[in-house]
Each structure stands twice: as structure tokens, then as C-alpha cells.
């Protein structure tokens, strides 16, 4: 028994470390998300602001591409009309709609999400988008297609129903020469679609709860090792 008890001495102050080490390294990885996340916001919103390019189908380069403010001339493509599941509006379930726009002079398109669509009250309906017909400027930012999914299992779109949208998903599926980018429509177009991407929260502070959280973690687990420390 003494030596159980000895043991068991030695194993209480090692583990309360462990402890404290571990609320400190996941408040240093809030920490590093915050920084991460809030410059990406910040650079997302400074492109509603910035002087647009005119997309063009020449513009392929990605990277040079993103989180800048465009424009773009052609046609819808409606019966190519894409509803990307899960959008959650005001704590309402729908859609968000995107429908490429074929550029003017070619053949090349650019897959613009146009905004979000209440879900019907059947799921098996599929919402009714009104949609321009002849040519049309669109106005909006670049953003890219979805790349980071977590799934239990791999799951390929069908119908007009998708649960994300991923480049190479959508130009095997849609038969389509896209552009490497979705454009984010945020002028107005009578189409009843609602387009409030800029009124979104910088999610850095949502970060930097967290990590306040797992400091308060740490103060308390050291604060009950002090205790028991000077308690024996």
C-alpha cells in the first residue's frame, strides 16, 4: 500500500502538467488560427472594395486570380444550374444557387454563385430560380472552388442536388470549360437571391474566445496543482 500511495505522489503533479501543457499548446493553436483566419477575412472583404478586372477566358492563372473584385459579360447557362445543399440563412435551411455564365465570344464559362434560395418545403423539390436571358454583366469577387472536405465517405454529385462543389467534380459532371474560380455575385439582379457576403464576422474573434478558454484551462489546472501541492 505505501508504495501504491508513493506512486500515485509522483503521477498526480506529472499528469497536472501534462494538463497545463496541453491547454497552452491548444491556446497557442487558437492563437495561430486567429491570426490565419482574421487575415484571410480581412483580405476577402478588402476585395469588395477593390477596382474590378474583367474576367476574360485567357485568365487562367488561379492564384492571381483570388479575392479580387470582377466583372464578367455573357450568357446563363440555366439548365446548367447547380444547388449547393446545407446553406443556412437566419437560421433558415436552402441553397446557394450557381449557374455558369458563358463569356461573351467563347466558349468558356464562369460558375458564379449567385446567391442563396429558402429551400422548398419538399426536399425532393427543386427550388425555382428566375434567370436573364441574352447577355448580362455580372459583378462580384473571385473566390475558389471548395478543396479541404471532411467526409466518411466519398460522395459523387448527381442532379441538380450537390453537397459541395469541387473543380474537378464539376468539369467531369458539367462537361464545361470553366475557369479554375467561382465568382461571387454581389451586384443586384431582381432574381430575388440573397447576396449579404460582406455582413459575415471576422472569425478571429470566435479564435481568440477559444483561446481565452484554454488559458483559463491552464490558470485552473495549475491552480488546483498548487493547491494540492501545498496541501500535503
Known amino acids: 500500500m505505501p508504495i501504491f500511495s ?6 498526480r503533479p506529472v499528469l497536472i502538467l501534462l494538463l497545463v501543457l496541453t491547454c497552452l499548446a491548444m ?4 492563437y495561430w488560427r486567429a491570426a490565419t483566419r482574421g487575415e484571410r477575412f480581412e ?12 474576367l476574360s477566358p485567357q485568365q487562367r492563372e488561379r492564384e492571381k486570380l483570388l479575392d479580387r473584385a470582377a466583372t464578367a ?6 439548365e ?12 433558415r435551411p436552402g441553397y446557394h444557387v450557381l449557374t455558369p455564365l458563358q463569356l461573351s465570344g467563347s466558349e468558356v464559362v464562369v460558375l458564379v454563385n449567385r446567391g442563396w ?5 419538399l426536399r425532393s423539390e427543386v427550388p425555382t430560380v428566375p434567370t436573364a436571358t441574352g447577355e448580362v454583366e455580372v459583378s462580384g469577387v473571385i473566390r475558389s472552388f471548395e478543396t479541404r472536405i471532411f467526409e466518411l465517405k466519398g460522395t459523387l454529385p448527381q442532379g441538380a442536388i450537390w453537397q459541395h462543389v469541387r473543380e474537378a467534380d464539376y468539369r467531369r459532371h458539367s462537361s464545361l470549360d470553366a475557369l479554375p474560380v467561382i465568382l461571387l455575385q454581389t451586384d443586384a439582379e431582381g432574381d430575388g437571391l440573397i447576396r449579404d457576403w460582406g455582413s459575415a464576422q471576422n472569425p478571429a474573434a470566435k479564435h481568440h474566445g477559444y483561446m481565452a478558454m484554454w488559458l483559463i484551462f491552464a490558470l485552473m489546472a495549475s491552480a488546483y496543482g498548487l493547491f494540492a501541492w501545498r496541501k500535503k
Do not use: M
Open 6 to 11: 508513493s506512486h500515485r505522489t509522483y503521477l
Open 27 to 30: 491556446a497557442v493553436l487558437q
Open 80 to 91: 446548367k444550374t447547380l444547388f449547393v445543399d446545407n446553406k443556412i440563412h437566419r437560421s
Open 43 to 54: 483580405r476577402e472583404q478588402a476585395a469588395f472594395l477593390s477596382t474590378p478586372v474583367n
Open 117 to 121: 434560395i429558402a429551400a422548398p418545403r
Open 73 to 78: 459579360r455573357g450568357r446563363w447557362r440555366a
